[in-house]
Every structure is written in C-alpha cells, then in structure tokens.
C-alpha cells in the first residue's frame, strides 16, 4: 500500500485506499490503466454514493413531500435529510437556505432571472471578471439584455489573477450584482472571495460566489465567507450529475419571486391567482431528483470521512509535483501561473494542438480535458484556441502524474519534439 504524506498533517493520507472506493478507476483504456485527470470537468464517484443511490431506488423510491405512505416518508426523510447535510456543510444558518437546482448553471440563471431581473434597470451595473465560466458569464449577458443593465468584466493579470485594483476602480455605486468565481476552472486560480466579497458589499453590490471548483478543494463556511450566493454542483464533488446547490441567504430569498411555477413551489392555486410555498420549496418546482440528493448527501459524507483539508493538502502535493514534472518538459508552456491554485493546471505544447494532445495521451489511458474549458474569454486573454488541462482529485497519485509526463513526451516526439 502506497501511503503519501501529507504537508502540515501529522497523518498520513493513504491514496491507495481510496483509489479502492472508486470502482470505475479499476480498468483499462486502449489496454493501458486508466488514468484519470479530468475531475474540474466531473469528478467519479466512491461506492458509498453508488450504493447509496441503489438502495434508495431499491427499498425507499416514491415521490417526496405529499404522500402519507411509508415510502413517501421514507424518500421525503432521506430528500430533507440532504439539504440538512449541505447546510451544515456549507454551515449555512439556516436549511432554508438551501435550494436544490440542477447544478451550477442552474443556480446562477435562478439568481439571474429571479433576484436581478426584476431589479435592474439602465444605469445599473453587473460586475464579472475575466476569468469567468461561461455559466457565470452568460445568464448575467442575458440578463442585461432584459433590462438594459451594463456588464463590467474586472481584467486579469497575465499570471491569472484578478486584477485588484482594477476590481477597486470598477466597483461602484452602480454595481449591483459582484459574481465571480471561487476558482477558476480554466486556470486554477483560487481568487480571494472573501476579501473580494467584503469589499463588494462595503460597496453596496449582491455577492455570488460561482463554487463549482471551489468545494472539492477546500473547506466553504458561507457565512465566515458572508456572500449572498454560493453555487455548486454535486457531481464535482464526487456525487451525481443532476443536482446542484444555491445557498441564499435566507432574507435574500424571501424577497425573490419564484423562478419556475408548478408543483411544490405553490400553497394555492386558483385561476384567480396563486400564492407561494415558503422556502426553500418556493423554488423547487417539479418532482426534484430525489435520488440524486440521496447521492450528494453520500457524496458529502464521502468527503467528510476522508477530510476536506486532508484531500486539499493531498492534491496541493500532487499539484506541486505536477508543475515540477511538467515544467521542464521542453516546449511546454504553463497557462496561468497564479500564486494561489487548486489542483487544476493548463497548459499548452509547442507544435502540438490540445486537442490532437488529448486524443494521444487517452490512446496511453491518461484522460485530460482539452479544449476551451467553457471559457473562451480566457483564451482570448492569452492568445490560444484552447489548452490541455489535468485537474486532480482525492484518488490521483504521483504515479498519474508520472504516466501524464511519458504520455507527453510520447506525444512530443510523435510531433518531431519541437521546443
Ligand atoms: N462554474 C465553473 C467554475 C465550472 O467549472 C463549471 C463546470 O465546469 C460550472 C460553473 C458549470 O457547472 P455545471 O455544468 O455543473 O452547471
């Protein structure tokens, strides 16, 4: 058994261990071992939230909240028994507070069309930065073309970072809405939220935290964080595709008006007029993927047996060992080089185009992301089409690392090893 230490942990984290709760990394791809190195785009899951899913289709599956029958208290008790599991989480107040939406995309178009659109106008201003995924880029397009609102994008700088004092210079008594990511998918980035977030309402603008790649790597306290929203998906943080989160804060919410109509979001409904469920439900129209709760409920308690600051100080090794080893393959250029990262690195190699690096490295089983990463304005900013990504999770070791760098050096001599 492989047991790497950890930095600043007095255990040590045993990684073969918990490659073992992950089933689907038992195999081969082209005839070679599979090596996993795509976990911003979706991470896999341990069998804990796999069996967890199964035993609720198999012994507790029914619709939630209106039935009288035991399975229907059953489902109910395990759906609510997930939004207490992520308030306490994220330690929100409040399970109000937590609104079950498909992921999120999702959770940023709701605050969009449900809490900015009613309010905004000519004149005001939604601030973003340059680093951005599209689903925190797009809905808030949308949104100023709805209400004739101005978008404002903060600069980065050439390592990646969010410009501060540009930041500084933008925000204004117009900002309204401040949303920006906690990390950044395309490059890694871990952005300052909370100074950020401070300094936002200081000024009188709504904060969103975009925490798609912000809750796999590290511990999210909303309310030490004090923003407004917080999003995230489960299947990121090794739970299914499907659902997601919005945390809201509680007075926030109350004062939104529903995004969807039908069933569960209502207390009546007459052809005069409807009135509203109270939170969260308000917000939860339909039958809600129940069995994708169950999984995130799971996924959380995966995570929390392991240690969140246990897995994070496990991939800032591996993320360490992995610049090392890929900074001195010759040709290849690091995109975006921030001093604060997550397990995330982009990179691109001399006379090889990313997406002709991707095919090649999974005909040697290393599966890698590359393309634009859904953030085009980032490749814009550096002057690429797109990159290679490897992004890193609770079960990579140093031996994925080692079989991305032979796969790379494969890949340069196939090219003439330029660079
Ligand atoms: N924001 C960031 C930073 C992401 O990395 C992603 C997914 O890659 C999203 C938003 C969108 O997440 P989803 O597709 O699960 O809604």
Redesign the pocket.
């Known amino acids: 058994m492989t047991a790497i230490p950890t930095p600043n942990l007095p255990e040590t984290y045993d990684v073969a261990r918990v490659r073992r709760d992950f089933p689907i990394l038992d195999q081969r791809i082209h005839g070679q071992p599979l090596i996993y190195l795509d976990n911003?785009?979706?991470a896999q899951k341990p069998r804990a939230v796999l069996e967890a899913m199964d035993r609720y289709y198999r012994e507790a599956n029914a619709n939630v909240h209106r039935g009288v029958h035991t399975l229907s208290e059953r489902a109910t008790a395990l759906y609510e028994g997930a939004r207490d599991h992520v308030q306490a989480f994220l330690n929100a107040r409040a399970r109000e507070e937590i609104i079950f939406v498909?992921?999120?995309?999702?959770?940023?178009n709701l605050v969009a069309q449900s809490y900015a659109r009613p309010r905004l106008g000519p004149g005001d201003e939604i601030l973003i930065t340059h680093l951005?995924?599209?689903?925190?880029t797009v809905p808030w397009q949308m949104v100023c073309e709805q209400t004739g609102a101005a978008l404002k994008v903060v600069p980065i700088t050439p390592a990646g970072e969010i410009d501060h004092a540009a930041f500084g210079q933008l925000l204004g008594p117009r900002t309204r809405i401040f949303a920006v990511?906690?990390?950044?998918?395309a490059l890694g980035t871990v952005n300052p939220v909370a100074e950020l977030t401070a300094q936002a309402r200081a000024a009188g603008a709504m904060v969103l935290i975009?925490g798609?790649?912000g809750v796999p790597h590290q511990r999210v306290d909303v309310q030490a964080l004090d923003c407004d929203f917080y999003?995230f998906?489960a299947?990121?943080l090794y739970g299914p595709?499907g659902i997601?989160v919005l945390y809201g804060r509680r007075e926030v919410l109350e004062a939104m008006p529903p995004w969807q109509g039908g069933g569960d979001m209502i207390r009546t409904v007459h052809f005069a007029g409807s009135t509203w469920n109270d939170l969260p439900y308000k917000f939860e129209a339909g039958t809600p993927a129940i069995a994708e709760a169950v999984g995130l409920g799971a996924a959380l308690a995966y995570v929390e047996s392991l240690g969140i600051e246990r897995i994070a100080a496990h991939e800032a090794a591996l993320t360490a060992y992995a610049l090392e080893r890929l900074g001195a393959i010759p040709g290849l250029r690091f995109i975006g080089t921030a001093r604060d990262r997550a397990g995330v690195v982009s990179f691109v190699l001399d006379g090889v185009h990313p997406h002709d690096l991707g095919t090649i490295l999974d005909h040697a089983g290393v599966a890698i992301r590359a393309g634009h990463?859904?953030a085009m304005p980032v490749m814009d900013f550096y002057g690429v089409p797109a990159t290679a990504r490897a992004s890193f999770a609770c079960y990579n070791t140093r031996g994925d690392v080692d079989a991305l760098v032979t796969a790379l050096e494969g890949a340069r001599k196939l090219f003439g090893g330029r660079g």
């Open positions: 911003a785009a979706t498909r992921g999120t995309t999702e959770a940023i951005e995924h599209h689903s925190n990511a906690h990390v950044s998918n975009d798609a790649q999003a998906s299947h990121k595709t997601g990463h859904c």
